[in-house]
Nanobody
């Protein structure tokens, strides 16, 4: 079965950096688009960004210029490098996998990890 396991979350000060990892198993990793979402209690889950098999990336406006998604197919792992963190970045971060984007270009995860908490203090 498909399994996605996030790691790297924690508590950081505003302006700091953090790198999240998501290790995938049970799928042909190189065939999948990998994405990151985040969710704050009481709010909807929002897309952070995604990376395609060819390495193309797309980011939410709120994180452009600060976050970078990369992947290492040899390790079946996708990363989320977060720089210049703000308190509003505080959320549970989830990785997700899908074979295709919607025709509109929207990414909807078919498989999900359990999430890792990121807390940014003022």
């Amino acid at each position: 079965q498909v399994r996605l396991v996030e790691s790297g979350g924690g508590l950081v000060q505003a302006g700091g950096s953090l790198r999240l990892s998501c290790a995938a198993s049970g799928l042909t990793f190189s065939n999948y688009i990998m994405g990151w979402f985040r969710q704050t209690p009481g709010k909807e889950r929002d897309l952070v960004g995604f990376i395609t098999s060819s390495g193309s990336t797309k980011y939410a406006d709120s994180v452009k210029g600060r976050f970078t998604i990369s992947r290492d197919n040899a390790k079946n792992t996708v990363y989320l490098q977060m720089n210049s963190l703000k308190p509003e970045d505080t959320a549970v971060y989830y990785c997700a996998a899908a074979l295709y984007l919607l025709y509109s270009g929207r990414f909807l995860g078919d498989y999900w990890g359990q999430g890792t908490q990121v807390t940014v203090s003022s």
